[in-house]
C-alpha cells in the first residue's frame, strides 16, 4: 500500500490531492500522536523528494494540512458559511438544498454529506483528477473573494464567483477528496492533525531526506531527529511564515535553515507569555535567588512594533494581526521617538488608553471604543499611550538570546519617552517582599492591573517567543483579592432570552478548546451580567453565526440538554469565575483530573476578546490562551483543590 501510495505522487509532476486526502483519512483513523507524526512524515517525505513542477508542492502540502493558504498575518483565511457550501453541493450533486439540511442535521458533518451524496451521483465523464496546486489555487480565490470580511456580508456577485469555484473544485472529487475540500473550506479539516505535529513532521521528512539511503546508527538517527525538529520550531516561533522556512528547507536542509530564516522586521513573532502566579510568596519561591524585575502589567492591549527597513512602521497584535489601520497615530508618532541611528527595530509593547489631560491611564475598555480597522486620524477620541517592555531586534540583529537586563538597556538606549505618547514600561528591581508589595500598589494605584515578574539576567531571560515560560509571572490584583484568573471562552451555543428579552439570545453556552483533538469542550453556561443593550449587541454579533444545522461535530457537549441555537465557533468572550468544579454535564479537561468534566461556577461576563479567535487557537502553536486553556482549567483545578 505504501509503494502504491508512493507512486502515486512520483508517477505525476503535480501531486495528486487524492494522495494527500489519503494521508488524511489515516491520519483521522488514529489518535496517537507519534502514529500522526510518522505518517504524516512519510508522506511530506515523498513530497519534498518530488515537490511538483514548480517545486513548490510542499509548501501547498503543508498549508492545506493546516487548513491555511499563507502566514497568519497576511489575513487571508478559509472558512466559508455553510449556506455557501450547502448551496455549491446542492448544485454539483443534483440535490436539494432542503435534502442536503436534511442529511446534515442527521449526520452532523456537512463534510460527510457531501461525500455521501457525490456517492449517489452517478458520473458521465470522466475528469482529470485533482492536483495539490490546483486545490490550492481554487481555495486561495475563493478566501481573496473576500479578503478579511464575514461571508454574511457577501455581495450577490462574489457570493456566485465563489459558488462556482467550489463547483470547479467538487466536479472532479472522488471518495474522500469531498469530504476534505469541504472541510477546508469550513475552515477545518477536524481531522486531529495540530500544527505542532507538522512542525515535527515537516522537520523530520527533511532530516530523513538528507540521510536518504545512508546507514545510520539508530541512536545517531533519533538525535538528528529531534535536533531537526528543535530546529525547525525554534525557527518558527521567530519567523511565522512557511513561505520563507519550506523553501530554504529544500535548498539548504536543517543546518541551512538557521542562516536563511531570522527574526525579520515584518514578520510578527509569537508573543512571550506569562504563567500566572497567586501570591507574592509564590514569585519569591519561583525566583528564589535569583535576579529578577518587577514592571507595571499594564491593562491594554498588546503591540508588536516593527520598523522596517523603507522606515515603515507596523503595529501587530497579540494574535499576529496587523493593526496597523488601527493606529494610524502611532505610525505618525513611533518615528519621533526613535533615536538617530536606528534604522530597524522590533519592540514589544503595551498599548494604554490615556487621559492626556489629567496624564493618567484609562482603562482597557476605552481602548475598545477605538474602531479596529481603518481608524482616520481627526476621528480619533481616545490617545493611545505606548508603554515599551522590551526590545527583539535592533539594526539588522536579533537579541531574543540576549539577557533581559541587555535588551532593556538597548531599548532605553534606542528610544526617547515623549509626555503623553511613548514610554518605557515603569520598573522597580527590588527583591523583598516589602518592595514587591509597595510597588505592586502602586501599580494598581495607576491603573494597571498588577505586575509582570521577570528574571532579569542568565540564559533565563531571553525572549522566548511562543512561550508560557516561567521566566515570566504575572501578579495581578485579582488573583491576588482571591477572585482567580479570567477565562477566554468560546461562545458555541446560545439560549433565548425570557421575559423583555425574547429578542434576543439570554444566556450562552461557552467552551474551552484542546488544539490536539482540535475539539470545543463546554465548560459553563452563563447568563448574568450583561445590560439589555450589551444583549442586543451580542445578538447582532452572533445571529450571523447561527448553525442551521446544529452542533458541530468538533464541538463536545452534553446533549441531553441542547442550547437553542448553536454557533460556528468564533468569538471568545473572557469570563471570570471564583470557583471551578466538577460536573457530569459539561466536557472541559474530561479525563484530565477525573472521569467528570471542570465547569466554571458563577461566570461573570468581563468583555469580548476581540484579539482572540477560535480560529487562530487551532493554527498557533502555544501562543493562544484558548488553545492552551483545557490544560490551564485542569491546572487550575487542581490547584483549588489542594489549596480546599
Ligand atoms: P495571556 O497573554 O497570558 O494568554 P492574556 O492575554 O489574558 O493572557 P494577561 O493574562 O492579561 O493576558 O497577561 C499578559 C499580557 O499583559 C501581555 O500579553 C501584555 O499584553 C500585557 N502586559 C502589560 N504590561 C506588560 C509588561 N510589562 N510585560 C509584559 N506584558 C505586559
Known sequence: EEEEKSAKVTASKLVPYSALTDCFEEIDKTTKRTLISSLLTTFLLKVALNPGRDGGDLLRVVYLCINRLCPDYMGIELGIGETLIIKAVAQCTGRSVQQIKNDLRTVGDLGLVAQQSRGKQKTLFKTAPLTVPFVFKCLTDIAKATGNATLHALLPQSQAKKVGIIQKLLTPCTGSET??????LEGKLRIGLAEKTLVTALAHAIVLK???????????????????????????????NYDLIVPALLKGGIEGLKEACKLTPGVPLKPMLAKPTKAIGEVLDRFEGKEFTCEYKYDGERAQIHMLEDGQIVVFSR??????SKYPDLLESIPRCVSKDVKTFVIDAEAVAYDIKEQKLLPFQQLTTRKRKDVRTEDITVRVHIFAFDLLYLNGESLLQKELVERRRLLQQSFRPMQGEFGFAKSSDGSSSEQIAEFLDESIKDGCEGLMVKRLTSDDSTYEPSRRSINWLKLKKDYLAGVGDSCDLVVVGGYYGKGKRTNTYGAFLLACYDADAEQFQTACKIGTGFSDQMLVELYNLLSPLELASGKRSDVQADMSKPPDVWFEPKVVFEVLTADLTLSPIYMAGQGLVDERGISLRFPRFIKIREDKDADDATTSEQASLTSAYIFRIAEFYEAQALAS
Open 179 to 184: 469530504k476534505f475540500i469541504v472541510r477546508s
Open 319 to 324: 494574535n499576529s494581526e496587523n493593526m496597523s
Open 210 to 240: 538528507e540521510v536518504g539511503s545512508k546507514k545510520l546508527p539508530e541512536g545517531k538517527l533519533a538525535e538528528k531527529l529531534a535536533k531537526g525538529a528543535d530546529a525547525v520550531k525554534a525557527v518558527y516561533s521567530e519567523l511565522p
